[in-house]
């Protein structure tokens, strides 16, 4: 448990330099095409996922083992962040207030990580249990509809229209639509579908719940979404 | 939906109820799951709403009418002509013929209405 814990403390670490970077650029470029800070945020969701690091000389992520394995095995407590000044100053900071004077049990390490590993567990746990339930309850919300044509169904009980499933995704549109409503707002939930967003947004979610102790990892799914209705429009009017 | 009207998947529904009541609730579920792919439940908690607006009622198993379609939709006709139309109905007709005009047919059928309704 400490172990897969540590890999992904590491693996999100290293994320986070990319995510800094899709933010800074996305600040700076404001006007940049839409699918350069894509390709970022697919990028940092690949050091996500893959836990297999490719070390290059190339690379400008300082280091891809900011903690290395000696947390928990060694009884010491050394970063490993590939920027000489901040591993320095970190070091010698616990160095001298942290292990002075202090006999460190030997697998001080492990047990720590051990029970962070738990506890993220229980917070995976906690995440997929909140979103299985939203969805059966939303599911349940928008069981009296009546199919109108293909995948496409009508509910009287609905405000604005959604699609719901990844698999099999269905388009679920408030009965009370006018016929030209309706079709540009099926317009627009197909140009979604035919970009796969309902994908996208599971991927997210689910990198969410592996990384729900990662502050920056929250900034993702928005960073997705807003992108995704405005492409969502623009591809519909070339359409 | 709100103010007594029904939506359209509600009128659907409501609309398999008229055509069959009474009707015990297990077979309107079974109906529903043939026509509308309801799942029981879906069909229970749709069905509570409809008689909880005074539509029908649910006696012991058995679905029952309490306001017939014809009376149903004559209400909302009624509603409408009053709120659009304050209550005119040639004020009504007019605005319906603006746009269709009126077959022989239906010029025979009023009339008729009219001859009758002169009489009472």
Request: hydrophobic letters at 40%; glycine letters at 6%.
């Given at each position: 448990m400490g172990a897969v814990f540590l890999k992904l403390l590491n693996m999100g670490i290293t994320a986070s330099w990319l995510i800094l970077a899709v933010l800074l650029l996305r600040f700076l470029l404001k006007k940049a095409p839409k699918w350069i800070s894509c390709l970022l945020w697919a990028l940092a969701a690949l050091r996500l996922i893959c836990p297999i690091s490719v070390e290059s000389r190339l690379s400008l992520i300082p280091s891809a083992e900011t903690l290395p394995q000696t947390v928990m095995t060694g009884n010491s407590f050394q970063v490993n962040t590939g920027l000489n000044a901040v591993d320095a100053a970190v070091n010698t900071y616990l160095g001298d207030h942290y292990y002075e004077g202090v006999s460190v049990p030997a697998d001080y390490g492990n047990t720590v990580l051990n029970l962070l590993g738990f506890l993220w567990l229980l917070g995976v746990m906690a995440l997929v249990t909140y979103s299985t339930?939203?969805?059966?309850?939303?599911?349940?919300?928008?069981?009296?509809?009546?199919?109108?044509?293909?995948?496409?169904?009508?509910?009287?009980?609905?405000?604005?229209?959604?699609?719901?499933?990844?698999?099999?995704?269905?388009?679920?549109?408030?009965?009370?639509?006018?016929?030209?409503?309706?079709?540009?707002?099926?317009?627009?939930?197909?140009?979604?579908?035919?970009?796969?967003?309902?994908?996208?947004?599971?991927?997210?979610?689910?990198?969410?719940?592996?990384?729900?102790?990662?502050?920056?990892?929250?900034?993702?799914?928005?960073?997705?979404?807003?992108?995704?209705c405005e492409r969502a429009d623009s591809l519909r009017a070339e359409l | 939906m709100t103010d007594g009207k029904l939506g359209v998947v509600e009128s659907r529904f409501a609309d398999l109820i008229w055509a069959n009541a009474p009707i015990a609730s297990g077979e309107l579920a079974k109906l529903c799951e043939k026509e509308l792919t309801w799942?029981?439940?879906?069909?229970?908690?749709?069905?509570?709403?409809?008689?909880?607006?005074?539509?029908?009622?649910?006696?012991?198993?058995?679905?029952?009418?309490?306001?017939?379609?014809?009376?149903?939709?004559?209400?909302?006709?009624?509603?409408?002509?009053?709120e659009a139309f304050d209550g005119s109905l040639p004020a009504f007709l007019a605005a319906f013929t603006r746009r269709k005009a009126l077959s022989a047919d239906d010029i025979a059928k009023i009339r008729e209405m009219i001859d009758s309704a002169g009489e009472v």
């Open positions: 339930v939203s969805y059966l309850r939303l599911r349940r919300h928008v069981s009296a509809a009546i199919p109108f044509k293909e995948s496409i169904w009508l509910c009287d009980y609905i405000k604005t229209p959604f699609i719901l499933g990844a698999f099999r995704p269905r388009i679920y549109l408030p009965s009370d639509l006018t016929e030209t409503q309706r079709s540009h707002v099926l317009a627009h939930e197909r140009a979604h579908l035919k970009r796969r967003d309902h994908w996208w947004k599971l991927l997210g979610f689910g990198l969410l719940t592996v990384y729900w102790f990662h502050p920056l990892v929250w900034r993702l799914p928005p960073g997705l979404r807003g992108n995704r | 799942k029981r439940t879906t069909t229970y908690n749709v069905l509570r709403k409809l008689c909880d607006r005074g539509i029908f009622k649910n006696e012991n198993g058995t679905v029952k009418v309490v306001v017939s379609r014809e009376d149903f939709y004559a209400a909302q006709g009624e509603t409408l002509v009053d």
